[in-house]
């Protein structure tokens, strides 16, 4: 004997029925067969709600019992050959003229009681399997339809009824062995008490009625036949890259469908598990895929746990008082208030004080949850030794799930350590000493992200996702997404990285796509998306609330720079091409600085220094190692070096300038660079990032420019530059005379900070610098005399995107 149940997708219409009908066909060539089914996708939510219209004295219930007639009816005439149709179409006609009589009773009384309620919804599966059974009797396929009913016996608590499986077993094997047949089809979800008065199972009770016939009748197997190809490592809708378990345990099952998983009903597991049953679920729409296998020990597959679940619609209540210290029975209390007004517990903790005790329920009963506390503990409340039951809601709970976790020391910390990193906090924590399930309670905003990064950590073999959203498109953001286009496929491949841009936006437009912004075509989609507004794209950067989730900008913008503590508030790392924020006043480097540490994000800008030179980076790690920086020699500008390696008076000053903004090398305004300003900001960063507190006022500028041409417009500095060439062609005739070469040079001297033109003679180790070279000197306590020297390209849109791209890397991997 083999048990197979069709839920409610699977027997939604007379399409998915033939389905249905083809699968079973080729089992009973096997062995004897028991179908059980559910009532037409969707069919017991309308009859329940007609009911409850009726109920209001709204006699819109009757246009729902009409959809569910209409509904009945086509799937006769689609499914049964005419002339065999006319005695289930009056069974239908039959059968609707009764739900209407109790629907007109129920309008009149303004009335809907629990037993009201199974009455009604039973019709649903009763009607479906009448149907089928009959579709199977035209196809030739003769079959024993069995009314559930009076097989399975329960008590009288309607809608949600509690199986007599000393009687039920004995009615069910008494029944299969009177009416011998190849197949039975049997009405899932109902039942009936002592008295014959029809009862319900509770919601998704088609599942137990299927498990409950496996268990009396001793079947060879039990198969749950659903619209997805088993149970899954996560829910699919969260996780795209959830996956299907091939192999579970019993236990894990009951676990993960406790925990949310939707797939079977939580008790299924139970009277099949005692005999040992093999249960199996399978895809009505895929037969053919292996689907999962639940049975006493599961096959290792190498994976530590087995799935991650979840439940919403949470509330956090917490009873919390010095008057509980060392006080027996505030425990007992508590749960006998709770369990007075029928309010299930679904997770516990308390902290070891004593101080305080946390319990998860069901959203819906918190308010009369706190009615029941507060009564209960009246007395301690009025003397202050114990606080008003405190409530918080839109909370989840979300559970890894997998029997080998119990051998394995650090999933605990695996788990809390990777939802930390991406900014999920953690209200409430319970494991059992079975190690079988660790849950945590997490704010319903963030269940997404939390399954999302629990998968990365503990299934994806494959890749991590990176989702990136990039302020600046212009010459260096360009290249950054050739780049990123470039190395999508060795990323992938050798870092286990998906970077994924899912947001762009430049001076004028803003595109966000969660699945991700084809690089191939960026600009064309970027330029007709929607106008930009940079407070709505960050906060759609936070309200999406993406796992590892990276802000990249590449502007010099102010405005920009501005919104980095909103976004490191929320665990979003930054990496910032852009030096406004790092070179700004002390005190906010420090709050960046202090906010990605504390959300456990970063706050990255290699390139403010030197374009994709690692020169931050070589600072970082010198320090963090235990070294001490005393001074700091540089070459900062690979504009200035570029304009002195190519200037000997033979062309204008302008001209040589003018090539070198063409060129890219120059910042938007070439007056940062030439001015001295661009280079005050990287010594100080620098600086900063070796451990000296200090402020752009506090560094020496001995610029070279003259005053005129720092006054007005980009356009006006050009023309002053030309007036100015004499000054220019004076200051390289001085050096070329002495042999040396022109080198606006950074300094940091214990503590001190300097930037301005000097001449360098061959013996120094800035000479030997050209096109638009940049070089950091480094003397420290471990490189006194001769310094760590990091040289190389300094600028230039490709070499700085590189840096950029590095950052991201950077910020992915942590």
């Not at 924020?581 to 906010?588: E, G, I, K, L, T």
Request: aromatic share 8%; proline share 2%; charged share 20%.
């Amino acid at each position: 004997m083999q048990v197979l149940k069709f839920g409610g997708t699977s027997v939604a219409n007379a399409e998915n029925i033939n389905k249905v009908v083809s699968i079973v066909k080729k089992t009973i060539q096997k062995d004897k067969t028991v179908l059980v089914v559910s009532a037409l996708g969707g069919i017991t939510d309308v009859l329940l709600n007609a009911a409850s219209l009726a109920a209001e004295g709204n006699e819109a219930f009757k246009e729902k019992l009409a959809v569910v007639e209409q509904r009945h009816l086509e799937a006769v005439k689609q499914l049964i050959p005419l002339a065999n149709q006319s005695q289930m179409l009056s069974l239908v006609k039959t059968a609707c003229n009764e739900i209407e009589d109790i629907c007109n009773g129920i309008f009149l009384l303004g009335e809907l009681t629990a037993r009201s309620k199974d009455r009604i919804a039973s019709y649903g599966e009763w009607l479906s399997s009448q149907i089928i059974s009959a579709k199977f009797k035209a196809d030739g396929a003769d079959n024993t339809w069995v009314d559930s009913r009076k097989v399975i016996i329960t008590n009288s608590n309607f809608s949600a009824a509690e199986v007599d499986f000393v009687v039920t077993n004995d009615k069910i094997r008494q029944f299969f062995a009177a009416n011998p047949s190849q197949l039975y089809v049997v009405p899932g979800f109902i039942a009936s008490d002592k008295k014959g008065i029809t009862t319900t199972l509770g919601r998704g009770g088609s599942d137990y009625t299927a498990a409950i016939l496996a268990s009396a009748l001793n079947a060879a197997t039990l198969e749950i036949w659903t619209d997805v190809s088993g149970m899954m490592t996560a829910d699919p809708r969260l996780a795209t890259n959830a996956r299907i378990i091939p192999h579970i345990s019993y236990q894990e099952a009951m676990e993960l469908s406790h925990f949310g998983a939707k797939v079977i009903y939580p008790p299924t597991i139970q009277p099949v598990m005692s005999q040992g049953i093999p249960v199996w679920i399978k895809n009505t729409f895929a037969p053919e895929d292996e689907g999962t296998l639940i049975e006493s020990v599961a096959t290792k597959n190498g994976n530590i746990v087995r799935g991650i679940s979840s439940i919403n619609h949470i509330a956090l209540i917490s009873l919390e008082g010095s008057g509980m210290i060392g006080i027996p029975g505030f425990s007992k209390r508590l749960f006998e208030a709770l369990s007075n007004e029928k309010i299930n517990v679904i997770l516990i903790t308390q902290s070891s004080s004593e101080h305080s005790i946390c319990v998860a329920i069901d959203s819906m009963m918190a308010e009369k949850a706190k009615q029941a506390v507060d009564a209960a503990f009246a007395n301690e409340i009025a003397l202050q030794k114990v606080e008003p039951l405190q409530i918080e809601t839109e909370q989840s709970i979300v559970a890894l799930v997998g029997e080998n976790m119990k051998s394995h020391p650090g999933i605990s910390g695996r788990m809390f350590s990777a939802m930390g990193k991406n900014g999920i906090n953690i209200r409430a924590i319970a494991q059992g000493s079975s190690e079988k399930n660790i849950s945590a309670v997490i704010s319903t905003k963030d269940v997404r992200k939390a399954i999302n990064v629990l998968h990365e950590e503990f299934f994806e073999t494959t890749y991590k996702q990176v989702n990136l959203f990039i302020v600046g498109t212009g010459n260096v953001g360009a290249k950054l997404l050739g780049q990123l286009k470039q190395q999508a496929k060795f990323l992938q491949e050798h870092m286990k990285l998906q970077v994924n841009v899912v947001g762009l936006s430049n001076s004028r437009k803003m595109l966000i796509s969660e699945e991700g912004i084809d690089l191939a075509g960026w600009k064309a989609s970027l330029e007709s998306a929607s106008s930009a507004d940079l407070q709505q794209f960050v906060n759609e950067i936070i309200s999406r609330n993406l796992r590892n989730s990276v802000f990249v900008d590449i502007t010099a913008n102010d405005k920009v720079a501005a919104v980095y503590d909103q976004l490191l508030k929320k665990s979003v790392s930054v990496v910032a091409c852009n030096k406004i924020a790092a070179s700004s006043f002390y005190s906010n480097y420090k709050k960046l600085k202090g906010l990605a540490g504390e959300y456990n994000c970063q706050f990255l800008f290699e390139t403010n220094v030197g374009a994709g030179l690692p020169v931050i980076a070589t600072l970082n790690d010198l320090v963090r190692s235990g070294d001490r920086v005393h001074k700091i020699q540089a070459v900062l500008s690979g504009t200035l070096n570029f304009v002195f390696n190519n200037y000997d008076g033979t062309r204008k000053f302008a001209d040589v300038v003018k090539q070198a903004q063409d060129e890219g090398y120059t910042e938007p305004d070439p007056r940062l660079d030439l001015g001295g300003t661009d280079v005050m900001r990287k010594i100080m960063i620098l600086a900063r990032e070796a451990g000296e507190k200090i402020e752009m006022d506090e560094i020496s500028n001995q610029s070279f420019m003259p005053a005129s041409c720092m006054k007005g417009s980009v356009d006006d500095f050009y023309n002053e530059m030309a007036k100015e060439e004499a000054h220019f062609k004076k200051l390289y005739d001085e050096a070329h005379g002495k042999n040396t070469k022109l080198k606006f040079v950074a300094s940091f001297d214990n503590g001190k900070a300097s930037v301005g033109l000097q001449h360098i003679d061959p013996k120094h180790d800035l000479y030997h610098l050209y096109g638009k070279d940049n070089v950091v000197l480094f003397y420290t306590d471990r490189y006194k005399e001769q310094p760590m020297v990091v040289k190389g390209a300094g600028a230039g849109a490709e070499v700085t995107a590189s840096g950029v791209f590095a950052d991201i890397l950077r910020a992915s991997s942590k």
